[in-house]
C-alpha cells in the first residue's frame, strides 16, 4: 500500500476486528471499526476463553464424522447437525468429510500449532505492553477423561501435539485429586498440557478496544454495514444506514457473519456459523483456579475470576438460529457435573447462559488473505473453534499483509483458493 498512513475499515468488533484494528494502529495506520451491534457481542464475550495450542488438532476427523452422522438421531450430542435442505450446508459438510483424513489432520495440526504458539507469544507480549487488565493466565490446561478408554485414546491422539513442541503430562486419578480438589475421585485420569492460558475474553476485547480509541482510532457501535459500492474492482463507498463510509482498504472480520457480506462482492466463504452455549456460574471458596477440557463431553472449562467460573461447550450446526435450546444447556451443565464435584454447582440458580457462534471453515483453519476479486479488500474470519486463540496473531498478520510487509508466519494455509 503506497498511502504510509491507510485508512482502514474494519468489518466486526470481535476479538479478529480489534486484534486487527490494534495493529494496524501500530504500523501507521489510522483505523475506524463498524460494529453492528455493541463492542465483543459475538462469538468474542461468552466463549470459553481458553488460549489453547494444544487444541490444534482440527475438528474433521473419523470421529467427529462418526459423531455428526449420530446427532441427527440423538438431538443432544456435543456436536449436532440440523437436518435440513441447504445447498451451503451440504456442499460445507462434503468439505468437512474429505478433509477427515490423517493426512490433513497432520498438516492442519503443524500449521495450527505454529499460528497459535505465535499468538500465545503475542498476547503475553500486547498484554504486558498495554497493562491490559483480562485474567489472563498461563498456568496450563488439564484435559479429564472419565473412561479410560478415552484416556488411552486422547494419550495417543496427542503424540502428534508432542511431535510439534507442545508438552503433555499423563496424571494419574491420583495425582488428579492430590492436586485438584474441584475433581470427582472417579475420573479414569488427565492430560496436562502446561504451555496453555486461559483469559476473560469479553475482557480482553473491551480492554484492547480501549487502547484503538486512545491511539485515535474509532471504533462505532449500532453501525451494520449493509452493502458496498464498487467500481474497477475496489470498494469506494461502504453502506450503513446511517451514512456510508470510505477507505483506502476493508477487512471483513465479521464472524459468522462473513459470508453474508462476501457474498454482495461476489465471493462465497465456506464459513458454517457453528453455535455453542456457555453457562457462568458464580463460585465463593475453594475456587476453581485450573482451566479444563471435560474429554468426552467436550465441554472446556474457564476459573474467570474470583468470583465465576465457566463451562462451555456444544457445537450445533444450524444456521444462525438465535434460540436457546434449554436441553443442551442442561446438558453442559449435567457433564460439568460428572467430573467436578457437586458443591461447585451450588449457585448454578444465578447462573448467566449465553450462545455465540463460532465461524467453522471444512478444515479448521481460518481464511486470511487479500481478496482476488477487490484490490482494496482483506478476509479475516473463519476461525472456528480456536478464535480467541488466534486472534493477536491475526491481528498482526492482517495489518502485515495491508502495509505489504512480509508476514511473521507464512499465510499460504490460510488462502481461500484452497477450498477450489
Ligand atoms: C461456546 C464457545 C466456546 C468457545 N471457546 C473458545 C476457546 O476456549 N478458545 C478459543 O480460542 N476460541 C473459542 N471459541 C471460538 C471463538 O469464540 C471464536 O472463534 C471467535 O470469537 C471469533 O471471533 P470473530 O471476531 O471472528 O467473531 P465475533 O466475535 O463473532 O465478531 C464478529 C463481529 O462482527 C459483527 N458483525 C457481523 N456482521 C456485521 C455487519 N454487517 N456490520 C457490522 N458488524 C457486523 C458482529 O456483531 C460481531 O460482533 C468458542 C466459541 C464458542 C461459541
Not at 466486526?12 to 451491534?37: D, P, W
Not at 511431535?163 to 480438589?181: A, H, L, Q
Not at 473453534?385 to 499483509?401: N, R
Request: aromatic share 8%; proline share 5%; charged share 20%.
Amino acid at each position: 500500500m503506497k498511502n504510509s498512513k491507510p485508512n482502514v475499515i474494519i468489518i466486526g468488533a470481535g476479538v479478529i476486528g480489534v486484534c486487527s484494528a490494534y495493529y494496524l494502529q501500530k504500523f501507521g495506520a489510522q483505523v475506524t471499526v463498524l460494529e453492528q451491534n455493541q463492542i465483543s457481542s459475538g462469538a468474542s464475550s461468552g466463549n470459553s476463553g481458553l488460549i489453547v495450542p494444544s487444541h490444534s488438532i482440527p475438528l474433521p476427523s473419523p470421529e467427529a464424522l462418526k459423531m455428526g452422522f449420530k446427532s441427527i438421531f440423538q438431538k443432544q450430542n456435543p456436536l449436532y447437525i440440523q437436518p435440513k435442505f441447504d445447498l451451503k450446508l451440504f456442499r460445507w459438510l462434503f468439505n468437512f468429510a474429505k478433509n477427515c483424513n490423517p493426512k490433513n489432520i497432520k498438516k492442519v495440526t503443524k500449521t495450527c500449532i505454529d499460528f497459535s504458539l505465535a499468538s500465545a507469544n503475542e498476547y503475553s507480549k500486547l498484554i504486558n505492553e498495554e497493562n491490559l487488565n483480562c485474567n489472563f493466565v498461563q498456568n496450563g490446561n488439564l484435559s479429564l477423561f472419565a473412561s479410560k478408554e478415552m484416556f488411552n485414546q486422547y494419550f495417543k491422539k496427542y503424540k502428534l501435539l508432542e511431535e510439534n513442541g507442545i508438552s503433555v503430562k499423563k496424571m494419574s486419578t491420583k495425582e488428579i485429586c492430590d492436586t485438584y480438589p474441584h475433581v470427582k475421585p472417579d475420573i479414569a485420569g488427565g492430560l496436562f498440557k502446561k504451555g496453555d492460558a486461559h483469559i476473560n475474553p469479553q475482557k480482553f476485547v473491551k480492554e484492547l478496544s480501549k487502547i484503538v480509541t486512545s491511539n485515535g482510532g474509532e471504533i462505532l457501535e449500532n453501525t451494520k454495514v449493509t452493502g458496498f459500492e464498487i467500481q474497477s474492482d475496489e470498494i469506494v463507498k461502504i453502506q450503513t444506514k446511517l451514512k456510508d463510509f470510505s477507505a483506502d482498504h476493508i477487512i471483513i472480520a465479521a464472524g459468522a457473519w462473513s459470508p453474508i457480506l462476501s457474498k454482495i462482492i461476489g465471493s462465497e466463504l465456506p464459513i458454517q456459523p457453528a453455535k455453542g452455549y456457555s453457562i457462568t456460574i458464580p463460585q465463593d471458596e475453594n475456587k476453581i483456579d485450573t482451566p479444563m477440557m471435560l474429554a468426552e463431553a467436550r465441554v472446556g472449562v474457564n476459573p474467570l475470576s474470583d468470583k465465576s467460573f465457566r463451562l462451555a461447550g456444544t457445537l450445533e450446526l444450524s444456521g444462525l438460529n438465535f434460540s436457546v435450546n434449554k436441553k443442551r444447556v442442561q446438558k453442559i451443565i449435567d457433564s460439568g457435573q460428572d467430573y467436578l464435584r457437586k458443591e461447585y454447582f451450588k449457585h448454578i440458580s444465578t447462573s448467566k447462559i449465553w450462545y455465540g457462534f463460532r465461524p467453522l471453515t471444512p478444515d479448521g483453519l481460518p481464511i486470511i488473505e487479500k481478496s482476488s476479486k477487490v484490490k482494496n479488500l482483506t478476509f479475516a474470519s473463519g476461525h472456528g473453534v480456536l478464535g480467541m486463540t488466534l486472534g493477536p496473531i491475526t491481528g498482526l498478520t492482517v495489518a502485515e499483509i495491508i502495509t505489504e510487509k512480509p508476514t511473521t508466519i507464512n499465510t499460504k494455509p490460510f488462502s481461500l483458493n484452497r477450498f477450489n
